[in-house]
């Protein structure tokens, strides 16, 4: 289906830019022969109805399908802007328009790629399921494992838990940069996230009673299902996989007042933001601190029968990976690994504590993103005279890694610039996901991934 819409897309486009360069000839040859009949032609015969079925079969069959880009937006433009000429008989400069937007929308097509998630490469079969911890916050965490194949078809699960994801995205990128676009822009182009999907098969029993378990800790205004081909890769390799869903709240107060993440703000303003995010970070670290214990008491019998971890091993990104940092400062844990920490929620004396187990930080090896709570600073403080973290800048690695995102909407964050380029997303998820394994193994890392640090 989504080549069929694909296909319906660019016929459109195609008849957008064939009229208007018709209408062009056509209109040529009257003003050298002045013919009615051709004039006859342009402005009636052509009447394009076939066009207007074509354009609601298109918006139906996204808006129930498969749910629209941010490039959906210049087919939308350029039919618009067709129609607009066609019905009022504009001077061409509205006809060069939509031919524009439809040369646009055909490039954009083309370029931005429908990406889907690798599917892992282990040699285990991974299952997936959804539970919820008996908690202070009820809190739902999704689950990958791996499983004894008992020949069972894989199933879709949806990849999104909620519908707030977009507006959570529009709060941030809001927080961030002096002008945003209206919020409908974003659930609008957005949407199609709603209808993304991974496979995995359900309900089947666990590998072995006695497995290693990781704990991953998603970044911030993100979700227990965002980093997904992670976890699954993992559960593929025989770990089971915990992902808890944090929830925090995005403005921290009047959005209008105050753009938080803006550089130049007041010393009280970044203070109170701070102090904010401390607490968050302490929400988080309750949420996965209950959940080790859970582990460690038998508490999820319910889940998985008899089951018992042979390690407990804590992974995070960005906002998790200051979470598994500061747990890994009051527990005692096999291995803690941090992707590109955010430091800013540490108070001073979380810089200064000392770590209770094997830690890799793997960080991204330049700041692209000049603003205070980004600051590099903030990683090297916390490093400063420390020995008990492994530490690593990796070549082309952005924040957004090892995000989902950078699978599914690749060029729309090499745009936003979020990532640099589209071409080297599989070798750096990759690199992360081999260098992962082999911490984890305690294995040493080779010459040729030693040469992908800076």
Not at 99 to 122: E, Q, T, V
Not at 175 to 189: A, E, H, S, Y
Not at 232 to 254: C, K, N, R
Not at 332 to 350: A, H, M
């Amino acid at each position: 289906m989504k080549k069929f819409i694909f296909r319906l897309g660019f016929i459109l486009a195609m008849n957008i830019i064939f009229c208007q360069f018709l209408n062009a000839f056509l209109s040529l040859l009257i003003t050298l022969i002045d013919c009615k009949m051709i004039r006859s032609t342009i402005n009636h015969e052509y009447a394009n109805y076939l066009s207007i079925f074509g354009l609601g079969v298109w918006l139906l069959l996204n808006y129930y399908l498969e749910g629209f880009r941010f490039n959906s937006m210049l087919i939308i433009f350029a039919m618009f802007a067709f129609y607009l000429d066609k019905a009022l008989q504009l001077s061409s400069i509205i006809s060069n328009i939509s031919a524009i937007f439809a040369i646009l929308y055909i490039w954009s097509s083309i370029k931005w790629k429908y990406y889907s998630l690798p599917l892992p490469k282990g040699k285990f079969r991974t299952c997936y399921k959804e539970i919820q911890m008996k908690d202070n916050y009820q809190t739902s965490v999704s689950v990958y494992y791996p499983c004894h194949d008992q020949k069972q078809k894989d199933v879709d699960f949806k990849w999104l838990p909620n519908s707030k994801y977009s507006k959570q995205i529009y709060e941030r990128i809001n927080l961030q940069l002096k002008w945003v676009p209206p919020q409908f822009i974003f659930d609008f182009g957005l949407s199609f996230l709603n209808y993304i999907t991974f496979k995995a098969s359900a309900e089947q029993p666990l590998l072995d009673e006695k497995l290693d378990v990781i704990i991953f800790s998603h970044g911030f205004t993100q979700h227990r299902n965002a980093y997904t081909f992670l976890c699954q890769e993992l559960a593929s390799e025989g770990y089971i996989v915990f992902s808890p869903q944090h929830t925090e709240m995005v403005y921290p107060w009047d959005q209008k007042q105050t753009k938080i993440l803006h550089s130049g703000n007041k010393a009280e303003v970044m203070n109170n933001y701070q102090s904010l995010r401390a607490t968050h970070l302490d929400w988080r670290c309750e949420q996965v601190k209950c959940l080790i214990q859970q582990l460690q008491n038998d508490k999820l019998q319910e889940t998985f029968k008899n089951f018992k971890p042979l390690s407990i091993n804590l992974i995070g990104h960005s906002f998790g990976g200051a979470t598994v940092l500061k747990i890994a400062q009051e527990i005692k844990l096999d291995t803690v690994i941090s992707y590109d920490p955010w430091l800013f929620p540490f108070n001073q004396e979380d810089f200064q504590k000392q770590l209770k187990g094997r830690t890799l930080i793997l960080s991204k090896d330049i700041n692209r993103i000049r603003q205070e709570v980004f600051e590099p600073k903030l990683l090297q403080d916390f490093l400063n005279d420390r020995k008990d973290v492994d530490h690593y800048r990796i070549k082309g690695l952005d924040h957004a890694y090892p995000n989902d995102l950078t699978y599914l909407m690749a060029t729309e964050l090499t745009i936003f610039g979020e990532i640099r380029s589209i071409y080297n997303i599989q070798q750096v998820n990759q690199l992360l996901i081999q260098l992962t394994k082999k911490y984890l193994k305690n294995q040493q890392f080779t010459q040729e991934e030693m040469n992908q640090f800076y």
